[in-house]
């Protein structure tokens, strides 16, 4: 059974990372961040459900959609803000951008560009912790378009094969880019291409943060007890479609409603609320806080310094 | 000094390393067991073990993505990929990945990780696994290049490469594994990023790299005793540090320069070589800079075609006797 300071942790977690992205919005439409940001908001669930069933020294490998699994691991908001919109104080002095966060201090190997990018990343370091004899757990995160790139069929097969301590969390938002992944995906349920491997493999609802929770952590013990990987699928949505400024004229209204009746943060507020465990009145205050720590630090990453032109040529090779 | 082969150069520089360093593990098609497609590893899985030395499965990306993770989180992997043609199967990983992530984290990953990999024609195995693609390599900022002639340069710039903090593909001529030469005794660590004169001349530099070495040697020979043309002979070893102040300098005392690469024409490291000796020294030079190249035309597997292809000793020593008359 969770206790209360669990569940609130989930609660601000998923709070902390819908108003972060609310803030990235803004600053992309305000011209701050350049490129494409792709937001997380609606999937919250499953990197703060993930994330919270780590250690502080387990490792994480995100992708493009990856700001959410940041903050759930443990960024500085400041840092991330500074390198979504290209400061120098940012976690790659400006120059990864949005899709290429990397936080050595959260065990964070990065958000990624390439589709699929986290998944051997991951095992390769849950490889390195079995070698080192560390106990360390990775977790790869990635979307539903990785179902059908022959990286995932290698690195499950590596993890399998290995019995590496490796957690494979697969985020079905329901589309790659701008094509329902139904359209272009077979072999279902989707699960099954864990299970070919012999990997336990579960799909769980991913608009509920403490179904997340629960699968992972039973992955991650089956994995820290040498018992090798596990492949979860878990079934969310993207409120803002790919990245921002996306149209998205694929989706009508119907679907969108009945995903956002499933809004996972609603969902742990009823039911603290109905248990008794806080009052809506003090989580209202709770968002209003969150909101104002989110804002300062989008306030303090405008502040920092541009990226400096005179340092385009360090950092390409060790000094 | 004793005498090894090129393939038991590789031996002896890995094992030295692993020797030395328990974070290096060595993972790979074949390399365990079976001692490696060419017998380039034979030994290296009953000194150190099936959890250092692993056998992959053929996955070309998952070998270089799980090296790449182990290497940002405490190990110094080296990764086979078996023939440099396959590269191409996992250039995502090389080019996107291992590249790019000291770069865009402003610096706050190491990648101590070597790629070995079997590169260049002169067996016979057609256009699929013959290809010279250290050229591919050199185009990515962020690795380094090196290609050996010699086992005592296999030795001691692979146990460099081990060491380097930055990744390393580490091209090995594929016919030269059976070649001997002297490796220097006890430990043996190069340094990565420096050229090699290895025959000085007054008349012409010659420069080469891995195979087209000992080719443009045995012309080097030839052009002394038939032609009266003394050619120097650097060996590049290196193309990502190039060694440009060597290379430079060889040109300048020479005031001609013919470069011999193995790989197809265009966009070839002659080229880039070209460039720069142009635009450093072109008032230096007495003649226009020659390259000798293969053809850009894909390699063929029967001998007589994938020899007309690739630059031989002869036509080496016939470009370069007309061009300098």
């Not at chain 2, 900022?141 to 090196?146: E, L, N, T």
Request: hydrophobic content about 40%.
């Amino acid at each position: 059974m969770l206790t209360k300071d669990k569940l609130l942790e989930f609660y601000r977690g998923m709070v902390t990372i819908r108003a972060f992205e609310e803030e990235v919005r803004k600053m992309h439409n305000a011209g701050l961040a350049p490129g494409l940001v792709h937001l997380y908001s609606g999937q919250e669930a499953v990197g703060v459900g993930a994330c919270a069933a780590l250690n502080s020294d387990d490792y994480i490998a995100s992708h493009h959609r990856g700001h959410g699994h940041c903050i759930a691991k443990g960024s500085e908001l400041d840092r991330l803000f500074a390198e979504i919109i290209g400061r120098r104080s940012g976690y790659g002095m400006g120059r990864g951008g949005s899709m290429h966060i990397y936080d050595p201090a959260t065990f964070n190997l990065g958000t990624n560009g390439i589709v699929g990018g986290s998944v051997p990343l991951a095992t390769g370091a849950a490889l390195s912790a079995k070698l080192r004899g560390t106990g360390q757990v990775a977790v790869s995160f990635f979307g539903d378009g990785v179902l059908n790139q022959g990286i995932l069929f290698e690195s499950l097969n590596m993890a399998a094969l290995w019995s590496l301590p490796v957690v494979f969390v697969c985020e079905n938002n329901g589309y790659g880019e701008f094509t329902e992944i139904d359209d272009v995906t077979a072999g279902r349920p989707y699960a099954k291409r864990g299970e070919a491997f012999d990997i336990p493999s579960e799909k769980a609802d991913g608009m509920d943060v403490l179904a997340v929770h629960e699968a992972v952590s039973k992955a991650v013990t089956r994995a820290r007890n040498g018992d090798g990987p596990s492949f979860l699928i878990f079934d969310t949505y993207r409120y803002s479609g790919h990245h921002v400024g996306d149209k998205q004229e694929y989706k009508d209204d119907e679907e969108r409603e009945l995903w956002l009746s499933r809004d996972p943060i609603p969902k742990l507020a009823d039911m603290l609320v109905a248990g008794k465990k806080i009052k809506q009145a003090e989580l209202d205050e709770l968002d209003a806080k969150i909101k104002v720590t989110v804002i300062a630090a989008a306030n303090q990453a405008k502040k920092m310094p541009e990226p400096d032109a005179d340092d385009l040529a360090r950092h390409i090779y060790a000094a | 000094m004793a005498e090894l082969t090129y393939r038991e150069a590789v031996i002896e520089g890995i094992a030295q390393e692993m020797r030395r360093d328990e974070k290096v593990v060595f993972l790979g098609e074949d390399i365990g067991k079976a001692g490696g497609v060419f017998k380039a590893t034979v030994g290296l899985w009953d000194e150190f073990g099936d959890l250092r030395v692993r056998d992959t499965p053929i996955s070309e990306q998952a070998i270089l993505g799980a090296a790449m993770g182990a290497a940002m989180t405490g190990l110094r992997p080296i990764a086979e990929i078996m023939f440099s043609d396959f590269l191409a199967v996992c250039w995502d990983i090389v080019t996107n990945q291992i590249a790019k992530s000291r770069y865009m984290t402003g610096g706050q990953v190491d990648l101590p990780l070597v790629i070995r990999t079997a590169n260049g024609g002169g067996a016979r195995f057609g256009a699929q696994h013959s290809q010279s693609v250290e050229n591919w390599a050199m185009m990515i900022p962020g690795i380094k290049v090196v290609a050996p002639s010699t086992p005592a340069d296999v030795k001691g710039l692979l146990a460099a490469a081990i060491r380097d903090p930055d990744p390393v593909i580490f091209f090995e001529q594929k016919s030269l594994y059976a070649t001997k030469g002297e490796v220097p005794d006890g430990e043996h660590v190069d340094e990565i990023g420096k050229a090699k004169v290895v025959r000085e001349g007054d008349d012409v530099t010659i420069l080469a790299l891995a195979l087209m070495v000992p080719r443009a040697l045995e012309a080097a020979e030839r052009l002394q005793a038939e032609a009266g043309i003394s050619a120097s002979v650097v060996d590049i070893r290196s193309l990502v540090p190039l060694d440009t102040q060597t290379i430079l300098s060889q040109v300048k005392k020479t005031a001609r320069v013919v470069t011999v690469e193995e790989n197809p024409r265009l966009c070839g490291w002659g080229a880039e070589i070209a460039s720069i000796i142009a635009e450093e020294c072109f008032y230096d030079l007495d003649m226009p800079i020659v390259r000798i190249t293969t053809p850009h035309i894909p390699l063929s597997s029967a001998d007589e075609l994938e020899d007309a292809m690739i630059p031989s000793a002869d036509r080496i020593f016939e470009t370069v006797r007309q061009e300098v008359d």
